[in-house]
């Protein structure tokens, strides 16, 4: 299995911008199709954007579509996740997950692997 580990959390004003990473070990990035979840407190953990295996595409969660954007890097072996217009619904913990599908799935049990979480806050 791929391990992961996210870096680039912190804390942000409304309206500003955070660009995640997520470093993959083990195994390639482009093996998976990659997922970018979060978790704000005393909530589920929710499907935030995913990238096919292919890198050719992309999926988002309603609540960010046009504000975030996923790319994938082949040759860092990195899933980045930048986030812009940010506000303070935004805050959770984002996880980064690697599940062996070709396409994207907003499930999270069709993911394998998943890194420890970085807290993104977001003050009002």
């Known amino acids: 299995q791929v391990q992961l580990v996210e870096s680039g959390g912190g804390l942000v004003q409304t309206g500003g911008s955070l660009r995640l990473s997520c470093a993959a070990s083990g195994r390639t990035v482009g093996n998976y199709a990659m997922g970018w979840f979060r978790q704000a407190p005393g909530k589920e953990r929710e499907f935030v954007a995913g990238?096919?295996?292919?890198?050719?595409?992309?999926v988002y969660a309603d609540s960010v579509k046009g504000r975030f954007t996923i790319s994938g890097n082949n040759a860092k072996n990195t899933v980045d996740l930048s986030m812009n217009s940010l506000k303070p619904e935004d805050t959770a913990v984002y996880y980064c997950a690697a599940s062996p599908l070709g396409y994207v799935s907003r499930g999270s049990s069709s993911y394998e692997s998943w890194g420890q979480g970085t807290q993104v806050t977001v003050s009002s």
């Open positions: 990238i096919s295996r292919s890198g050719g595409g992309t």
